[in-house]
């Protein structure tokens, strides 16, 4: 049986690998850092073990509700702390723990040698820790909490080799960005404290989750606790928030830049789980948001905006981390839409799959850069040959994302448009519309720049990587980009970086039909349409029911998938095939000694002393293929530069309207009103002082007469004073 | 004798005093003038004692010299000060050569 401290637990035992790592193994330990990798695992390992616990009794129909504990009382609203278990966490749980797992034994592998390995493992058991804590919460403030810590860890994070001024640039950002959404989500938490009494006489309270879904429905008397305007003006709020979570439009500039962390990092909190929490709030509070057509709307729009406009970027992009990152926001669109349309189900499912295959992409780009030493495209190629396991993980998770069937992301993403397809009530009839169409321009687009970013990655020659790169950049005097390491090791990753990868991939294959069968009645004892319909039991008020499979749509997508992948094999593999030798770079061939060494600020150190190359075979290498797409002009430029949305926000929004205005305004008063009454109080004292002091002549008879002359003055003051009440 | 003229004594004498106090510049004069108001002190408590003590204190002897006690305590302190007033004057005058107060301003700064 579940009891709630084995369901803390879950949350508990990374924290506790948090404190031990901070407290205990970096400052004493720090020479046996990689046992702090090894805690953590092993805290990940119960955690999942617990979650599954908790999803097996959970859907066995356990009662799993605990009392909250009330942690302030502040009269009108009392702030609890509790556990919210519904299906939608005990998938989470299983999620975030299951996935965080994975990473974390490929991280033993990529971040080895590298001397903040300490550190590294103490930030990603504070990040899962939040992360679980999150999923768990039944208070909002409780939540928000939480959330704010997710957003605190992924700083620390992103910015984990802060001597990189580009990684410092991006933490920065990604904090700063995401704070724009988080205080939507803080002025609806107020604005739901504000609304205290109305809740409070309903008995409810305005803090606790499953009292906000309850006070949104509407009363049996007409009209509801929270409704109209209020109602949607705390939905957009709350959306707000998951929007800079979730890399949404318009906030969605940090997360590409967020790739400057370990790549682990990126595939853990970019990928699977940090950004899946904006998804996860709107889902938490959707009986709030299906109420409110309006919110709804805006979602579903900005959703599928997201999801089409993130996929052109991601076509021209030569970092292939960046090409994940827009799809990454891309897919976060998908979800969003289908939550906005009233999908709840295909939403969460195609969450569920997308961490698995994102997580393996990412792993995939972080094996790849082991191997190639740069994260730049144009200088790999042909790594298919020295890589054979990484290549096929990656094709698997390729084909998931572009939705092949039949891989996961197949039966998520179908589930989505089918919803779209077949319509409904939740919003207007135009939406669908939009929504499906946004989606399946997605759809192509997709398939396009995963199908580029493999071509690019894995096929033609080897056209030099990191080596190849500082080169050029030497060449044409540019800056030694800072993430590029001129180590080549042609080969295999390690074992531990393989393993979990292949793990992944099998879940990349497998989540989407085992998990949620659709065209029988069951599969391996797994009831059709399970997933869908445990996830949907969520929602405790009528909803849209999660679409019967539809052959039409699956039809639709698979065509125009397949239609991107051909456009662009068409493109790159057949062009630029003509092999040259003058160009020689020595590489080192086949597995190599020191693997997992090649981080790149070791690796950047090393490069100082006797050239680790020595002796290794020189390869021919393939010259640089121009980019086809670049025939396109003004529109690649348009999306090279991200439709120019960082200019327009740092150098116009920041630096013009933000310095000018409201920065100039607050300077003006910080110097002027807040300085100068601070001055103002010093000058006087110090020259009040000044005067004083000329009394203090050391003349006693002076002193005796000021004395003399005060008690005379309090006699007369109060004779004066006493004749006045006696007259 | 009445109450009010042992009280008009007793103030001009201290007013005297006070003027000697805070006006003149050699110490030993300064010391008179604090005497001076010692014992205008002792005028007044002696004159209270002698014409309003209270009834209620009338029964007892000891209360009834409460004044008188008062005014032979001040003269003992008074002695006592005068001894150490005129130890510091004569300190003051090996140091300085002089008794004039307006020149003892060490205390400043």
Known sequence: ?727 | MSLEAMLIVAAVLFAIGLYGALARSNVIAVLMSIEIMFNAVNLTVVAFARYVAPLALRESISSVLTGQVFAIFIITVAAAEIALGLGIVFAMYRNTETVNLTEASQLRN
């Open chain 1, 1 to 727: 049986m579940v009891t709630e401290p084995l369901v803390w637990a879950i949350f508990f035992l990374p924290l506790l690998s948090f404190l031990l790592i901070t407290l205990v193994i970096r400052p004493f330990f720090n020479r046996y850092a990689v046992v702090s990798g090894y805690l953590l695992i092993l805290a990940l390992a119960v955690s999942l073990a617990l979650s599954l616990v908790v999803l097996r009794q959970h859907y066995g129909g356990a009662e799993l509700d605990f009392e909250p504990h009330t942690w302030l009382n502040l009269g009108d609203v009392v702030i609890q702390m509790g556990l919210l278990l519904d299906p939608v966490t005990s998938i989470m749980l299983v999620v975030v723990s299951g996935v965080s797992l994975l990473i974390q034994i490929y991280s033993l592998g990529y971040m080895r040698g590298d001397p903040g390995v300490a550190r590294y493992f103490a930030y990603m058991s504070l990040f899962t820790a939040a992360m679980l804590g999150l999923v768990l919460s039944v208070n909002v403030v409780q939540l928000y909490a939480f959330w704010e810590l997710v957003g605190v860890s992924s700083y620390l994070l992103i910015g984990f080799w802060h001597d990189r001024p580009s990684a410092a640039a991006a933490a920065k950002k990604a904090f700063i960005v995401t704070r724009i959404g988080d205080v939507g989500f803080l002025l609806a938490i107020i604005y739901l404290a504000f609304h205290g009494p109305e809740f409070a006489a309903q008995g409810l309270n305005p803090l606790h989750i499953p009292d906000i879904w309850q006070a949104a429905q509407p009363l049996a008397t007409g009209g509801a606790v929270l409704g109209g305007g209020a109602l949607t003006l705390i939905a957009l709020g709350i959306f707000a928030g998951a929007a800079g979570k979730s890399g949404q439009f318009p906030l969605h500039t940090w997360l590409p830049d967020a790739m400057e962390g370990p790549t682990p990092v990126s595939a853990l909190i970019h990928a699977a789980t940090m950004v899946a929490a904006g998804v996860f709030l709107v889902a938490r509070f959707f009986p709030l948001f299906q109420q409110t057509q309006e919110a709804m709307t805006v979602v579903a729009l900005i959703g599928g905006f997201t999801a089409l406009g993130a996929a052109t970027l991601g076509l021209v992009m030569d970092d292939i981390k960046r090409v994940m990152a827009y799809s990454t926001v891309s897919q976060l669109g998908y979800m969003m839409a289908a939550l906005g349309i009233g999908a709840f189900g295909p939403a969460l499912f195609h969450l569920f799959t997308h961490a698995f295959f994102k997580a393996l992409l990412f792993l995939g780009a972080g094996s790849v850069n082991h191997a190639s030493g740069t994260f730049n495209m144009r200088y790999m190629g042909g790594l298919r040959k020295h890589m054979p396991w990484t290549y096929a993980l990656v094709l698997i998770a390729g084909l998931s994302l572009v939705g092949i069937i039949p891989l996961a992301g197949f039966w998520s993403k179908d589930e989505i448009l089918t919803s779209a397809w077949v319509s409904g009530s939740t919003v207007d009839p135009w939406v669908y519309q939009a929504v499906f169409g946004l989606l399946i321009a997605g759809v192509l687009l997709t398939a396009f720049y995963t199908f580029r970013m493999i071509i690019l990655t894995f096929h033609g020659d080897f056209r030099g990587g990191g080596a190849r790169e500082l080169e050029d950049a030497e060449e044409s005097g540019l800056p030694r980009p800072s993430s590029v390491s001129e180590e080549v090791h042609l080969g295999e990753s390690p074992r531990v970086m393989v393993l979990p990868m292949a793990v992944l991939g099998v879940a990349a294959i497998l989540a989407g039909y085992v998990a949620n069968p659709q065209w029988v009645k069951s599969f391996l004892l797994i009831p059709g349409h399970w997933f869908s319909y445990y996830v949907e039991a969520a929602v405790p008020f009528d909803h849209p029911k999660t679409p019967a499979f539809n052959w039409e749509v699956a039809l639709i997508s698979t065509a125009v998938a397949l239609a991107g992948i051909v456009l662009a094999y068409l493109l790159y593999q057949f062009m630029g095939r003509k092999r040259t030798q003058t160009l020689e770079v020595p590489v080192e061939i086949g597995e190599p000694e020191g693997a997992g060494v090649a981080e790149p600020t070791l690796a950047a150190e090393g490069a100082d002393g006797p050239s680790p190359l020595h002796g290794h075979e020189p390869v021919p290498v393939a010259p640089q293929r121009p980019e086809p797409l670049e025939r396109g002009g003004p529109i690649y430029a348009l999306l090279s530069r991200k439709y120019f949305m960082d200019e327009l926000y740092e150098g116009l929004l920041v630096r013009r309207v933000f310095y000018r205005s409201f920065a100039a305004l607050t300077d003006w008063f910080d110097r002027t009103l807040v300085d100068g009454l601070v001055d103002l109080a010093g000058s006087v004292c110090r020259n009040g002082g000044r005067v004083v002091a000329q009394l203090q002549t050391g003349q006693v008879q002076f002193y005796g007469a000021v004395i003399v002359l005060g008690a005379v003055l309090i006699l007369v003051g109060y004779l004066a004073y006493s004749a006045g009440l006696g007259g």
